[in-house]
Nanobody, 119 residues
Framework: QVRLVDSGGGLVQAGGSLRLSCAAS????????MGWFRQAPGKEREFVAS????????NYADSVKGRFTISRDNAKNTVYLQMNSLKPEDTAVYYC????????????WGQGTQVTVSS
């Protein structure tokens, strides 16, 4: 079975940094598109960043562009989200996501890791 385990969340001050990790198993990781989503209380889950199996092919939400960086290490079956210059509005539960095909919906999800940014 496919399992995604995300981790690395915590409590940080505005302007600080966190690095989230997502370890995948049971998935052909090297050819699987991966992404990060987040959900704040009372709000819909929103897209944050994605990375394809193609080297350097990444996408970001406008709200995080220039501050967050998504990367992957296929040898470790792990995707990362480096978050810099954090703002209070970044506070949310962050979820790792994966899928087998580029054109399909995300079908595998991590359990979520809480990121709280204080002002």
């Amino acid at each position: 079975q496919v399992r995604l385990v995300d981790s690395g969340g915590g409590l940080v001050q505005a302007g600080g940094s966190l690095r989230l990790s997502c370890a995948a198993s049971g998935l052909t990781f090297s050819t699987s598109p991966m992404g990060w989503f987040r959900q704040a209380p009372g709000k819909e889950r929103e897209f944050v960043a994605s990375i394809s199996w193609m080297p350097g092919n990444t996408n970001y939400a406008d709200s995080v562009k220039g501050r967050f960086t998504i990367s992957r290490d296929n040898a470790k079956n792990t995707v990362y989200l480096q978050m810099n210059s954090l703002k209070p509005e970044d506070t949310a539960v962050y979820y790792c996501a994966g899928k087998r095909y580029y054109g399909g919906a995300y079908e595998y999800w991590g359990q979520g890791t809480q990121v709280t940014v204080s002002s």
